[in-house]
């Protein structure tokens, strides 16, 4: 019975013996690491936090509290995909386990951070072209920089400054009509007022670039705006820019179009052919004048390398390396006189209104080849030269005091005729002699109403000595005129051409000269060789080639 | 006959010296030209050797500039004393006289006023004289036995100096238009994005506790009982107030992440980078709603009304109170998209400024709308927190 009793008791022992677990020996340390973790919790030392549920984990594997302290630390310290580690190692481990609500809330959150670096990586890619559009907009890519942006409106279609900044580059470009469109849908996006003041002005005056591109052309030497209508710039007295003439409209840079001048003697000899170069790229003269904002900044870019200056749009002065200096003197209205400084050159100009931004020369000084002339104009009721009259003393000859006079017909509105007569008395020590010639310039037009032929003829040229000159001078006058007899003109003048002196052997000479006829034509404002009477410029054009209305 | 001649030789050196007394400038104007002088010039006594008489002419020699009129003034000077030079020592004409040349000067032969004034036609008569005269004076070059190409004879006509420039085509070439833009870039034409916005810390807002883990053989006992107890140390008032914040944060926390999920069908980047940051917003907003509960004390207006707030319409009565009532919406969105708020700049950028406004300038909307966006991008700080609490207190008083 004893032994009996005794049994039991050893049987209930060892019962009782394996259900009381053997104390843990880390218990101690385990306790220590996991309060630890809550301490650095506390204080957000998430790394040391985690150090110690780790440490934890490693005394006793697998607990759920410390698997889902850990994987909280580790996500509190962003390093989601350790936590993610950590929190499926719970479920796999405890998928009933007592944390588990705050597990998948938990896991929630960690598929919440991971959609939040997704989008941070779009947002940062997004920032990347974004940057990548200025940056190339810093380096002068226009073209690159507007893809950019274009890109970068694909992937965020609300972003105003996407759109902004197409606006912007679409303005560097040229492009107006689009960078407007662009400013506007920038403003339908835009919510903040702030980012929006000032876009009303920009939006005016790009209309009115778009206005002006419309309607406007650019005078090629300033880049002065002027209407379409006007014949010269008025602020440096360039052109004429007569855009609708079909006879300034002959040579446009197109294929098939040419222009031929042949001069021909008095007896119907080819004096010369010239081909003469185009003018107008791009076709018409209206075409290649048009103002863009553009081919403005060209011209005065183009002006400011030579040496000019501006005053806004306006052109002022000139200066070189070597001191010279030429001074525009402007006027309210248009530019009122040229002054060289080094060499006292002054020239003079005197103008009328015609219209809105339109001023007609009444009178002007021009230089050509260091020959000076004074012109005056006469205009019709079109505002339509009428009448050149042309003064100037020939340095290059005799020193005569020449007269030109061209009187302008027009038929509707085509010019069809010019006729032009010159002339001089001479000096009297030289005999008088006085020259008196007369020329026709006839236009031909096609059924397009395009020029195909400019025919330019001296009908009549004489010269008539009013007595002999003395001396020396009788001898030189017996050397350019052997048959020259006083009150009876110069047999065959025409032929020899006005000679005024001699040079040694050579004749010293005053030409036809048509070069300050330059409004009238652009292919016969030219000097007439010795003997030359006739010259003819022939036009052709490809069929498409239309004038501009 | 002699005396004849005599007397024509006497009347003739009578006539030069009257000339050379003339000053050879233009009469001092009668009043005082406030203009600045715009033309140059220097009359000149011209010899005629037929006559060996001089003729004065005065309005030839304009020139822009004083510089350039002295300039064409000394080069005529030695074009002169290169003909004097030649009928003096070559020919042995000791009587022939050079040009008188007067110094450079304004020019008031274009004055109308002055009566040195000329008009058209006496200056054109004044060319053709000094024209009649350069034309004796080659004729005597030529007797003498000089030929006409001679220096002397060939620079008795000089043009004036013509800079090249003057002299341009009236029509120019247009200059190369290129594609590439003429004015200058700068950075601050362009406008930067405000869509991402990198400047916001990726912090998790996660708003979870520590658990403790149980005595081995608790574990299992444990694992049937109630979900995760905060803390086990916290008094029961502070444990009251955390339940309070517990039952209303979690449920909203759950609210945001169903619209985090639902936001996935969303397919415009755009839109959803939006409801992303409205929804990280929230989050944040509802970390520090829980601290502020947790902190007024559980029998708070804040903790009563958070306590108090069970169904969907007491939630919502509760945050358009704490709000705004324009939160209500985006608040329980119907739609994903629906949780963006619209943009308030005036209240948003300052939030803290619009809450402590005691002039007026924002009315009660805006503060509420203000402690949104307060909680919602910041995480107060301790006496931040106490005063927000104050200012809940009062919205929902």
């Known amino acids: 019975m004893r032994a009996h009793i005794l049994m039991v008791v050893l049987i209930a022992s060892a019962a009782f013996a394996q259900e009381q677990p053997a104390p843990d020996p880390n218990a101690e340390e385990f306790s220590k690491a996991v309060l630890f973790g809550r301490k650095f919790f506390e204080l957000k030392e998430y790394a040391s936090a985690y150090d110690q549920f780790a440490k934890a984990d490693s005394l006793r594997p697998d607990d759920p509290a410390v698997l889902y302290n850990m994987a909280l630390v580790l996500a509190k310290a962003g390093r989601y995909a350790e936590a993610q580690v950590k929190a499926d190692r719970y479920n796999q481990v405890h998928p009933g386990g007592v944390e588990k609500p705050n597990v998948t809330k938990l896991q929630l959150e960690l598929e919440f951070q991971r959609e939040l670096q997704k989008k941070r990586q779009g947002d940062q890619d997004y920032l990347e072209l974004f940057n990548r559009g200025k940056f190339l907009y810093g380096k002068n890519d226009i073209d690159g920089a507007l893809k950019a942006f274009q890109e970068a409106e694909q992937q965020r279609g609300s972003d105003p400054a996407a759109v902004f900044n197409q606006a912007v580059l679409y303005e560097k470009q040229g492009d107006f009509a689009k960078a407007v469109e662009r400013f506007r849908r920038f403003s339908e996006l835009e919510s903040d007022p702030a980012q929006k003041s000032g876009l009303d002005q920009r939006l005016f005056a790009l209309e009115n670039e778009i206005e002006d591109m419309k309607t406007k052309i650019v005078c090629p030497f300033c880049g002065h705006r002027l209407p379409a209508g006007a014949t010269w710039c008025h602020r440096d007295w360039h052109g004429p820019y007569v855009t609708s003439s079909p006879v300034w409209n002959t040579r446009p840079c197109v294929e098939g179009a040419t222009a031929t001048r042949s001069t021909y003697f008095v007896d119907n000899r080819l004096a010369k052919n010239d081909s003469l170069p185009c003018m107008s790229p791009g076709g018409t003269m209206r075409e290649s004048l048009r103002y863009t904002p553009s081919r403005q900044r060209a011209i005065q870019d183009a002006r400011k390398a030579e040496g000019w200056t501006y005053n806004g749009e306006i052109i002022?002065?000139?200066?070189?390396?070597?001191?010279?200096?030429?001074?525009?003197?402007?006027?309210?209205?248009?530019?009122?006189?040229?002054?060289?400084v080094s060499t006292g050159e002054l020239l003079d100009f005197e103008a009328h209104k015609a219209g809105e931004g339109v001023w007609l020369l009444d009178r002007e000084d021009i230089v050509i080849e260091g020959q000076k002339y004074t012109s005056r104009y006469t205009y019709d009721d079109k505002n339509r030269i009428a009448q050149q009259q042309v003064t100037y003393q020939n340095a290059a000859a005799c020193n005569h005091i020449i007269t030109e006079t061209a009187d302008y017909v027009y038929q509707h509105d085509a010019l069809t005729s010019v006729n032009i007569r010159g002339g001089y008395e001479g000096y009297l020590s030289e005999g008088k002699p006085k020259t008196d010639w007369q020329a026709a310039v006839a236009y031909t037009y096609d059924g397009n109403g395009r020029v195909t032929k400019e025919d330019l003829a001296v009908t009549s040229f004489t010269k008539t000595y009013d007595q002999r000159p003395h001396g020396a001078l009788r001898d030189e006058v017996s050397k350019l005129y052997n048959s020259m007899r006083a009150k009876r003109p110069i047999e065959n003048a025409i032929r020899s051409g006005d000679l005024c002196a001699t040079a040694g052997t050579l004749m010293v000479a005053n030409y036809i000269d048509l070069r300050a006829f330059y409004a009238m034509s652009p292919n016969l404002a030219i000097t007439?060789?010795?003997?030359?009477?006739?010259?003819?410029?022939?036009?052709?054009?490809?069929?498409?080639?239309?004038?501009?209305r | 006959m002699r005396s004849l001649r005599l007397l024509v030789v006497g009347c003739a050196v009578i006539a030069t010296a009257a000339s050379a007394q003339q000053p050879l400038v233009c009469p001092a104007p009668t009043s005082v030209s406030?203009?600045?002088?715009?033309l140059y010039h220097y009359h000149v006594q011209l010899y005629r050797p037929e006559t060996k008489q001089f003729a004065e002419v005065t309005g030839v020699n304009q020139c822009a500039s004083e510089s350039a009129c002295e300039q064409v003034r000394n080069a005529q000077m030695r074009r002169n004393a290169g003909v004097v030079d030649y009928f003096k020592r070559v020919r042995q004409e000791q009587q022939y006289e050079p040009d008188r040349f007067g110094p450079c000067h304004c020019d008031l032969t274009i004055d109308k006023a002055s009566p040195a004034f000329l008009t058209d036609v006496q200056r054109?008569?004044?060319?053709?004289?000094g024209e009649d005269v350069r034309l004796r004076?080659?004729?005597?070059?030529?007797?003498?036995?000089?030929?006409?190409?001679?220096?002397?004879?060939?620079?008795?006509?000089?043009?004036?100096?013509?800079?090249?420039?003057?002299?341009?085509?009236?029509?120019?070439?247009?200059?190369?238009?290129?594609?590439?833009?003429?004015?200058?870039?700068?950075?601050?034409?362009?406008?930067?994005?405000?869509?991402?916005?990198t400047s916001k810390p990726v912090v998790i807002s996660l708003d979870l506790p520590l658990a403790d883990p149980a005595a081995p053989a608790e574990q299992v006992a444990v694992a049937e009982a109630e979900p995760v107890q905060a803390s086990s140390t916290a008094q029961p008032e502070t444990k009251e107030a955390e339940e309070a914040a517990e039952s209303f944060i979690s449920y909203e926390t759950e609210r945001i992440q169903n619209v985090l999920k639902a936001s996935s069908a969303i397919t415009d980047a755009s839109v959803k980078s939006?409801?992303?940051?409205?929804?990280?917003?929230?989050?944040?907003l509802l970390s520090n709603l829980r601290t502020l509960i947790e902190g007024s004390g559980v029998r708070?207006?804040?903790?009563?009304?958070?306590?108090?707030?069970?169904?969907?319409?007491?939630?919502?009565?509760?945050?358009?109170?704490?709000?705004?009532t324009a939160i209500a919406k985006p608040w329980a969105p119907k739609d994903a998209s629906d949780v963006i708020l619209e943009p308030l700049p005036d209240v948003e950028s300052d939030p803290e400024r619009v809450l402590r406004d005691g002039g007026g300038r924002f009315n009660d909307q805006q503060k509420r709308r203000?402690?949104?966006?307060?909680?919602?991008?910041?995480?107060?700080?301790?006496?931040?927190?106490l005063w927000l609490i104050t200012v809940i207190d009062s919205f929902l008083r």
């Open chain 2, 274 to 284: 939006r409801i992303f940051e409205a929804c990280q917003e929230r989050i944040q």
């Open chain 2, 137 to 197: 004076i080659r004729e005597k070059l030529l007797d003498a036995g000089l030929t006409s190409d001679n220096e002397l004879v060939r620079t008795l006509i000089s043009p004036p100096p013509s800079l090249p420039l003057l002299g341009g085509p009236k029509l120019v070439p247009l200059p190369n238009v290129g594609p590439a833009v003429g004015s200058a870039t700068s950075a601050d034409d362009l406008k930067s994005t405000r869509v991402t916005d």
């Open chain 1, 316 to 340: 002022q002065s000139w200066t070189d390396k070597q001191g010279n200096e030429v001074r525009y003197f402007q006027g309210p209205d248009y530019l009122d006189k040229i002054v060289s």
């Open chain 1, 528 to 548: 007439l060789p010795l003997g030359v009477t006739r010259a003819t410029v022939t036009f052709t054009y490809p069929d498409s080639f239309r004038l501009p």
């Open chain 2, 34 to 38: 406030s203009r600045p002088c715009e």
């Open chain 2, 300 to 324: 708070s207006r804040l903790a009563t009304a958070a306590r108090g707030a069970q169904s969907e319409p007491d939630r919502v009565a509760f945050v358009s109170r704490l709000f705004g």
């Open chain 2, 124 to 129: 054109l008569t004044q060319i053709r004289t």
């Open chain 2, 370 to 385: 203000a402690l949104y966006a307060l909680l919602a991008r910041y995480q107060p700080t301790s006496d931040q927190q």
